[in-house]
């Protein structure tokens, strides 16, 4: 039973932050208590980021934040970005709301009961008996598997109009408490936005395979969340691109022979660009010509890494391009997982 990606939208929320801005605003807040600052401030230059958007204006960072603060600038800010992304992959679709028997809700980067999709309910115009799937926890590899359960539960209803929302806002994590240098590369890095897709078995577009994952055991340490009084705080690895030159070629692989492919036969591999390091680490690590993931880096340096969505928004701008044939989504996430999908591109 194929299943085709017949729709694909992408949000960001109207704050925009330019890293110029950004490292100003770091300085001034962190400079003053992160004695190790000026050594780290180096990398707002060579992170591969010009631009990011914020769920939250700037000023918003000046004081420092809890729980309740976060949350509510989460709750309010991920339901607009999932109305957003959403409403314009119906639109690339054409469908309406009502039309969507299955919404799937990716989100690592807040906590919010009722979930995304309940909130954007009404504004949405979804039908009562749609069927709500929320997944947290997934992180970076969000885009990927979220796609992954989307095209799962596509195939169990054959003629089923299956939407999958990943939103991510990164920035009300923001930590001013915390000093490890995990937090100073957090402020280089992320942004936020959201991306959808809707699927189903009948339509046109690009068909996508079964989405698969690979864990490397005793590896939770590289990326995730730590959770405290305060907020969430990052885990953030300065391994992560050693780690991904040293074993995401054998993942790949392995995640092609399961997909019944071979490496010859991939026209692209479309991966989530974590940042500048990681993306020259996945052209060495998967023997690419040096420079060729293009897309990611445009992705990087235009939105910054926005977490699950940025797969997409790096998908977006490969489907906009001549490039046809077999190709793999790829991206990495908390676990340690490589989460991988292939699509191929008439």
Not at 34 to 60: H, N
Not at 213 to 241: A, H
Not at 269 to 277: D, L, R
């Amino acid at each position: 039973m194929s299943v085709y990606l017949t729709g694909l939208g992408m949000a960001v929320p109207p704050h925009v932050l330019p890293q110029t801005l950004a490292e100003d605003t770091a300085r001034r807040l962190l400079g003053p208590r992160y004695s190790q600052f000026e050594r780290l401030a180096p990398s707002f230059a060579t992170s591969g980021v010009k631009t990011r958007y914020s769920v939250v204006p700037i000023d918003w960072f000046t004081h420092d934040k809890g729980w309740t603060e976060r949350t509510a600038a989460y709750a309010k800010g991920a339901t607009e970005l999932f109305i957003s992304a959403a409403t314009a992959a119906l639109d690339d679709a054409g469908l309406r709301a009502d039309q969507v028997d299955t919404v799937v809700t990716v989100s690592t980067t807040g906590i919010a009961t009722p979930t995304l999709e309940a909130r954007a309910f009404s504004r949405m115009g979804f039908r009562r008996n749609i069927q709500r799937v929320p997944v947290f926890g997934l992180g970076c590899a969000g885009g990927v598997s979220g796609l992954g359960i989307a095209q799962q539960l596509a195939t169990a209803a054959p003629g089923s109009n299956v939407l999958m929302v990943a939103v991510e806002a990164c920035s009300v994590s923001f930590r001013t408490d915390r000093m490890q240098k995990a937090d100073i590369i957090a402020t280089v890095l992320f942004g936020d936005g959201a991306a959808a897709a809707v699927l189903s078995t009948e339509g046109q577009g690009p068909r996508l395979g079964p989405a698969r994952q690979i864990l490397w055991p005793d590896t939770l340490d590289i990326m995730g969340w730590d959770v405290d009084e305060v907020g969430l705080g990052v885990i953030f690895d300065r391994s992560i691109p050693d780690f991904v030159t040293n074993h995401l070629r054998e993942a790949a692989l392995t995640a092609l022979e399961l997909s019944g492919l071979r490496e010859a036969g991939i026209s692209r591999f479309v991966c989530h660009p974590g940042g500048a390091k990681v993306v020259t680490a996945i052209e060495n690590a998967l023997s690419l010509r040096s420079e060729s993931l293009s897309e990611e880096r445009a992705v990087l340096r235009d939105f910054g890494n926005m977490s699950a969505p940025t797969v997409l928004f790096v998908l977006k701008k490969v489907l906009e391009t001549p490039q046809k044939g077999q190709m793999i989504l790829a991206a990495l996430g908390p676990g340690f997982t490589g989460a991988f999908m292939p699509l191929h591109v008439n």
